[in-house]
């Protein structure tokens, strides 16, 4: 098991109103596998501890990670990182841990990223790893979120985005000025349009609440994708993010 060891906020960035990316400092730290997470405890002065979990939203460095983190206002951890975490002060973490739900980015098949809300966070790290390593996978990447203010990302992973990574956005509650397709989930058509072709043999990744991902993996299969190429993470109340 991997053990803890501490980490320092060294700067933060708003990604929404209540979405905050966090840089940690964390001597020590090796790197980490494009869709890995860690836990991340809070000890306070009479010894009392709580955990979560979160994906890891930045490429692999060393001595150094970010994560995104949206508020959950009856939560334990993220009303603090994302309310009270100061830099200068401090968490303890532990991690990298997963070994299913990441991207082998020596693999030249081309990739499928489907994410619903908070779930951008793992596949937003596959993207800059993608980036950072020069890898030539072609990338598909689906983001269903509520409304514009709800984006995560929105400058990195826009119009002006990797040309070997494809962004469509699905709102589903209020659109932008000037779209064309109006407020309505991600659905089949979507995936059919925008996603890649079984044929294509492409590996998918899907992440987001329950109901999501479950309704993603069918909309996958029905198109004819390989179930064995279909990668799921999902949360809830009490999960991960």
């Not at 991997?2 to 209540?18: C, I, Q």
């Not at 841990?97 to 908070?118: E, K, M, N, Q």
Request: charged letters at 25%.
């Amino acid at each position: 098991m991997a053990r803890w060891r501490p980490a320092t906020l060294e700067a933060d960035r708003w990604e929404t109103p209540t979405a905050r990316t966090l840089v940690l400092s964390a001597p020590g730290w090796t790197g980490h596998r494009p869709g890995q997470h860690i836990d991340v405890r809070l000890r306070a002065e009479d010894g009392y501890t709580a955990e979560r979990s979160y994906s890891i939203a930045s490429a692999s460095t060393p001595d150094r990670l970010e994560l995104t983190v949206q508020l959950d206002p009856d939560g334990e951890v993220s009303p603090y990182l994302v309310g009270d975490f100061a830099p200068g002060d401090r968490v303890e973490i532990r991690g990298p841990l997963g070994g299913w739900f990441v991207w082998d980015t020596t693999a030249p098949d081309p990739v499928v990223l489907i994410g619903g809300g908070s779930g951008i966070v793992p596949l937003a790290a596959m993207v800059r790893e993608r980036h950072r390593t020069g890898a030539k996978a072609l990338f598909r990447l689906l983001y269903s979120v509520r409304t514009p203010a709800d984006r995560y990302y929105r400058t990195e992973l826009g119009p002006a985005a990797d040309p070997g990574v494809d962004v469509f956005v699905a709102y589903t509650r209020t659109a932008p000025d000037g779209s064309t397709r109006g407020p309505k989930r991600l659905g089949v058509a979507d995936l059919n349009t925008h996603g890649l072709p079984p044929e294509f043999a492409p590996v998918c990744f899907v992440c987001g609440p329950t109901g999501f991902v479950e309704t993603a993996a069918d909309a996958l299969l029905a198109l004819g994708h390989d179930p064995r190429r279909i990668r799921t993470e999902r949360y809830g109340a009490g999960g991960r993010r």
